[in-house]
């Protein structure tokens, strides 16, 4: 009776095991080929077995191998390709055309016998760290280590070409020993290297533009260069007439040299520890977007010279003035030109205290510490880091408000006739739009009158009237440097009839859409019943969010997390069909979200086994994915319905096939009494 006593318990402890605990991923890899027999996308996890009737990997496609691919092995057959431990080479092993992404080693040694790095041959490899290249390589390709996790690798004498956005993106990048004497280094090369601390270029450089975008490193050229010359890691032109680039790690203060009459437009832009910054009196043009991701710089000085800061507006303002009510239906730093063109005006520059100007400028006068045209109707700059803002009475556009500021209130001179300040906010004259919101403020009560808050919310990425961020067409990016930080909770007065709060988050009059979660708020957050949409920036910089619940009443959502430092969990309810999921956290993107600079950490994502539409963009690659695994389902590049989705094989591929963790939900927990 024991016996039998115990078998049961044993049956039953077995099947609860099996109910209880999700089976874990183990998806295969997939290959799709040409006709000729050229393989052109690669998708899953695993290690890849290469048939003997492969003749190549399409090179246009290379970026399309969106596998977990651990190590290759091709068929000693195979008339044109060879693996060597689990690398994969042309037949002779003069190009090494793919190292596995999901490879655990964090050392490799490439082969005496390669001649050339293919294209995306290393881009997106998770552990590599230290790469040796061989002497006698000639060609790295284009994307070839872009978005890996490198820290330290050599370039050989015998390299004579480095592809366009060769280390794009490599963010872990430190050291780079360069013997080569290339001529040109250009297409992003090493954009986003932000740790890379110095590089050599050589003798033999005839062109480097557009190579070192939100790139640390001091450079240095060889003293018999006939193009450029450097100065404490600071790059010129050879004749000391154009500032080329000064160094994002660089620290301190720097007077630009009296011999540059030109700078380049990427020279200064993500400098993070400039402190101060002082113009020449050559200097006739300086755009204000040049100093995006300036974030520590606290001095600005400009020279009685300058004439244009931006769109050319100076000289003729009154084209600005003329699309006014154009401007108030835009909720971002827009400037329109005479042809209706718009430009984007967001300079991450939060620490600026002072802003001089030379003595007899003509177009531009300095009022309460701001930088204004010349009779003061167009605020250019202002000093973000003071304590208050005082607008001058004349002022009827204000460029760039969507900064992150130290201002406790704004101040407005009753006979201004387009501003108001009310409990220190700056709103329009109705006081129905906030203008700049006091980054100091903790606590908001939204007016009778106010029915736009737009300034309150980190709108990271923006549908606009001719496509989307990741599409076609026109783009914008506003208000994502936190401008309300500190902002912990959100009420109403009673005599709004366009917004309601609840537990100090922002919802519409009925309560049916989410508006704004304050930034500051701590802890998790579920969601009402009830609640029919949010605002997809709603979350956005929500730095102490731990988690978040969405109800099933949202049967289709898009919810932007970048900047939710905190947050570890999300749960997607029964009944919702579509989720667009961004985090913001890839490498490229970085440059536009300066002010979510930490990234974010999400350890669990729970999809309903209701969902039909599936996006997910920018989420950190350690997260797990618990979902049902359902082959019928298929995604869009935008979270919806539209002529852009396509079928996937399943929930699991799909998001393994984008380098997330994943676990199946197939299996739900029942609770049985015994």
Not at 182 to 204: A, D, P, V
Not at 475 to 487: R, W
Not at 491 to 499: C, E, Q, R
Not at 525 to 531: A, E, L, R, S, Y
């Amino acid at each position: 009776m024991k016996r039998a006593g115990y078998k049961l318990f044993i049956l039953i402890a077995v099947f609860l095991i099996l109910v209880i605990i999700p089976e874990k991923a183990d998806a295969k890899v997939y290959t799709e080929s040409r006709k000729t027999g050229e393989i052109f996308r690669i998708t899953g996890t695993g290690s890849l077995f290469i048939d003997a009737d492969v003749t190549g990997i399409e090179k246009v496609y290379a970026s399309d191998w969106k596998a977990n691919i651990t190590k290759i092995n091709v068929s000693k057959k195979n008339k044109y390709l060879t693996s060597k431990n689990g690398v994969l080479y042309n037949k002779k092993m003069t190009e090494l055309i793919y190292y596995p992404s999901y490879s655990k080693r964090s050392y490799f040694k490439v082969p005496g016998t390669v001649k050339t790095i293919g294209r995306h041959a290393f881009a997106g490899s998770r552990y590599l760290k230290k790469v040796v290249l061989n002497k006698g390589l000639k060609k790295i390709g284009e994307s070839a280590f872009e978005n890996s996790s490198i820290n330290t690798i050599n370039i050989p004498s015998s390299v004579k070409e480095l592809g366009e956005k060769c280390f794009s993106g490599c963010m872990e990048l430190k050291t780079v020993d360069n013997s080569a004497e290339l001529t040109e280094i250009s297409g992003s090369t090493f954009k986003n290297c932000i740790k890379l601390k110095k590089l050599n270029l050589g003798s033999s450089l005839i062109s480097v533009y557009g190579s070192f975008y939100n790139c640390g490193a001091e450079l240095y050229v060889g003293a018999k260069n006939e193009y450029y010359k450097t100065v404490d890691g600071v790059l010129y032109t050879k004749n000391m007439r154009e500032l080329i680039n000064y160094p994002g790690l660089k620290k301190g203060d720097y007077k630009l040299p009296d011999k540059v009459i030109a700078i380049n437009e990427e020279a200064f832009q993500y400098c993070h520890n400039l402190k101060r910054l002082a113009l020449n009196e050559n200097i006739t043009e300086f755009r204000l977007k040049w100093l995006c991701g300036c974030t520590s710089l606290e001095v600005l000085n400009l020279p009685a010279s300058l004439e244009i800061v931006d769109t050319g507006f100076e000289k003729n303002y009154e084209d600005t003035i003329k699309y006014e009510d154009s401007i108030k239906e835009n909720t971002y730093d827009t400037l329109y030109d005479n042809r209706g063109y718009t430009y984007d005006a967001v300079y991450d520059i939060p620490g600026l205290k002072k802003i001089t100007l030379g003595n007899g400028n003509k177009h531009f006068k300095i009022y309460n510490g701001a930088l204004y045209s010349y009779d003061y109707k167009v605020m250019w700059l202002m000093p973000f880091a003071k304590k208050s803002l005082k607008i001058h009475k004349n002022t009827q556009f204000i460029v760039n408000k969507r900064c992150k500021n130290n201002f406790r209130r704004i101040i407005v001179p009753e006979e201004n006739k387009y501003f108001a300040s009310y409990m220190g906010v700056l709103y329009d004259k109705a006081i129905e739009a906030i203008e700049v919101f006091p980054g100091k403020k903790n606590k908001y009560k939204i007016p009778p009158s106010v029915r736009n808050v737009d300034a309150i919310i980190n709108y990271v990425v923006r549908l606009s009237d001719y496509g989307y961020f990741y599409g076609w067409g026109a783009f914008y990016v506003g208000g994502c440097n936190d401008v309300a930080a500190n902002l912990k909770k959100i009420t109403v007065d009673k005599g709004n009839k366009y917004f309601k709060s609840s537990d100090g988050v922002l919802y519409n009059y009925d309560m049916t859409k989410i508006y704004a979660y304050p930034h500051a708020k701590k802890g998790s957050f579920k969601i009402p019943d009830g609640v029919q949409s949010i605002n997809p920036d709603a979350f956005s910089g929500a730095k102490y969010l731990t988690g978040l619940t969405l109800p099933s009443s949202l049967k289709s959502v898009a919810v932007h997390v970048a900047g939710c430092a905190s947050l570890k969990n999300i749960t997607f309810k029964e009944g919702i069909k579509t989720v667009y999921l961004y985090g913001g956290n890839e490498p490229d993107e970085i440059s536009y979200y300066t002010g979510f600079i930490g990234g974010i950490n999400i350890k669990n994502i729970y999809f309903p086994s209701t969902l039909y539409d599936i996006t997910i963009d920018g989420i950190n690659k350690s997260a797990v994915f618990h979902a049902y695994d359902k082959s019928a389902k298929h995604t869009t590049s935008y979270g919806q319905e539209s002529d852009d989705s396509h079928s996937i094989r399943s929930t699991k591929d799909y998001i393994i096939d984008n380098g997330y963790g994943y676990k199946t939900r197939n299996v739900r927990f029942v609770e049985y009494k015994i």
